[in-house]
């Protein structure tokens, strides 16, 4: 692996592995923050310093834990194992020289891991600094810390170049960037397909409860929960009590994120992300309104939607069809912050449900607004590369 910290690079070779493990090859990582981590209990390497180019000591220490790492990975290929993944920043071409030395009679592929996203960096070191590494330091100093860090390393970084073989991906979106295969390698299509599929073990996708514009049919707008939608959504909390649930990615509304909070609450260490990307689809100028009102104020609006509800787009708002690049990008978001556990949840909205069960599931562009989306049910989406399963389950 290559990149910088935070750039998702654990959480790519977390899931190589299990896909490979999955597919009977002998898969191990060998990481070298965990060896770091595991022998300096009484250093300080959490701090930034430590990762200072001038700081010779803290360098040489560094070299020997990727030394260690790559005699461990090398022995693993000299026996029972098929790949090694080196988990670690790799950014330099001293470092990449040092792997090839070592394992170049074995073939070798890069993961250039990219993603500059600010919001999904934030989110991805205030995930970093809640780790045990950082106990000693208050949130804002290891959030600090960790940005030198991350600086650091941007001084030494030199990208990959003139490599036989490589993938340089935005571990966002799940997308190649630049690739190329000089020496083939027998493994090369099941790992490409892996980079560009999104895969989900246990997708939780729930309708926010009852809110007051629900009782009136009204559209859009940030109502708050009604006492029967809090009712529910304590319900859906006792639900999912016995789960592992650590985000709940939600919007920005309100009714949303009253869903979440008591789901949070009986939890014992969740998150609750808002994602603007999960707003509910924009009325434009129908915000607030309810439907008898739209027909009776503005039939053209009502008739025209009617008649082509995938593709209209309200005045000064949206449609299904301009939400769909958004509603992509938030749940890449979501499966990206949320990897290394297995269930994710997503409390959505009707139309903002409708597309991201879309996003798994095959509908013709014209059914997706019609899509059931109760307030009394959930979704479990299990979708891998073996596996494709859509449920909806009560909560009550
Ligand atoms: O009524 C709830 C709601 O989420 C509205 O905010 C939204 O405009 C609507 O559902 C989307 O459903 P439809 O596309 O069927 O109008």
Redesign the pocket.
Known sequence: MVGLPARGKSTVAIRLRETLRKNSIPTRIFNNGNLRRRYLSKVNSYGADFYNPDNKDAVELRKRFAMMNIHSAKRYLENNGQVSILDATNVSNERRWLIEEHLGDHPILYIECVNDDAEILHLSILQKVRSPEFALLSPDNAYQEFEKRIHYYQMIYEPLQNKQNYFKIDSLQNKILKEQILQPFPLYSRIRDFLVTDAVKSLYLIRHTESY??LE????GDPGLTPDGIEQARALARFFQKKRISYIFTSEKKRTIQTAEPIAELQPDCMIVPLKEFN??D?GICESMTYDEIRAQMPDIYYARKDD?YNYIYPHGEG?ISMKQRIKIGIKKAFYLNIRSNNIMIIG???VNRMILSHFLYRRQEDV?FIYVPQNKFYKIVATQDKKLFELRKYQ
Not at 217 to 220: A, L, N
């Open positions: 514009y629900n049919d009204r559209i859009g509910e689809i009325g509800k299904y909205h009707r139309a607004p």
